[in-house]
């Protein structure tokens, strides 16, 4: 099965990491973050 999302933000940094939860306080859940130091997992 492959997984879609509207918003894959590449780097878990702060810039990452702020944009992700700026983008859950709008109400838009259907993203990932991705870093090529950590293994995928859901950060939300
Ligand atoms: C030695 C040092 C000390 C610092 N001290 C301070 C301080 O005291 N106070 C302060 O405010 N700021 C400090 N800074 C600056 C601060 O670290 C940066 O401003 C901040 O981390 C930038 O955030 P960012 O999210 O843009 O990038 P980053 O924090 O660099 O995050 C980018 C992320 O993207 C990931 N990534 C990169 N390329 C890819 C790729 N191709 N695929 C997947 N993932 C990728 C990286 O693994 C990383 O986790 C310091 C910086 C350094 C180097």
Redesign the pocket.
């Given at each position: 099965m492959i997984d879609t999302y509207d918003i894959v933000i590449?780097?878990?940094?702060?810039?990452?990491?702020?944009t992700a939860i700026g983008l859950q306080q709008r109400g838009i859940s259907n993203f990932i973050v991705?870093?090529?130091?950590?293994d995928r997992k859901s950060v939300v």
């Open positions: 590449v780097g878990a940094g702060p810039v990452g990491l702020a991705l870093d090529q130091t950590r």
